[in-house]
């Protein structure tokens, strides 16, 4: 039901969009109509959620499932297992692992939560989160937590809070906070920390 609902929304969404930024108003009004439909079978088609066994395929939409979830360009998944997305902007909470590629990542929660060539915005997990060649807004993790080759702003960990080759805005862990080949501006935690080859600025609680 809640797929449905989605599908729908999303449908809806997206043939709004393309009609406010494309339409042909010079043809026919047979003509046009038929654009129309045209239109809105092919947003449905991309946004269609497939389930095959609990797991859910769709190429631009917007799922939930019992297992996992797979796309190529989502804002919106919730999966018992595993969140997947290529290419977009994603709001992904799993049971397991939430990825996404070349994309803009706005709230990821699951075991392990990782972010690819892009801007990760709040990443949550009892294992790990990592954020490769991009900007990282603030990442919360009971074990690790980790940016390589980019800025992070905010890293909050129960154990590890890592950046390697990149900036850190405010590290806080309760073991240790590390930042080997970097710049730390403000780090405070528990026990430990370490700034390597840089300036570092810390305070211990």
Avoid: H
């Avoid at 047979?30 to 095959?52: C, D, E, G, T």
């Avoid at 892009?118 to 807004?137: D, H, N």
Wanted: positive net charge.
């Amino acid at each position: 039901m809640e797929n449905i609902a989605l599908f729908a929304l999303t449908v809806s969404v997206y043939y709004f969009v393309w009609f406010l930024v494309s339409n042909p108003q010079e043809y026919s009004r047979s003509v046009y109509w038929r654009i129309q439909v045209k239109r809105m079978a092919l947003v449905a088609l991309l946004a269609l959620p497939i389930n095959i066994g609990g797991n859910v395929f769709t190429i631009a939409g917007n799922a939930t499932a019992e297992k996992s979830v797979y796309s190529l360009f989502s804002f919106y998944q919730k999966a018992g297992q595993n969140a997947f997305t290529g290419i977009g902007l994603a709001y992904q909470q799993a049971g397991r692992d939430a990825v996404s590629f070349i994309n803009i990542t706005g709230y990821q929660q699951a075991q392990n939560a990782i972010n690819f060539i892009g801007i990760t915005g709040y990443q949550r997990t009892e294992q790990g989160a990592v954020s490769v060649i991009g900007l990282a807004g603030y990442q919360r993790s009971e074990k690790n937590a980790a940016t390589v080759i980019g800025f992070t702003g905010y890293q909050q960990a129960g154990l590890y809070a890592i950046n390697l080759v990149g900036l850190v805005g405010y590290q806080r862990a309760g073991v240790k906070a590390q930042v080997p080949v970097g710049i730390a501006l403000y780090q405070r935690v528990g026990e430990k920390t370490r700034a390597f080859g840089a300036f570092s600025s810390l305070t211990k609680d």
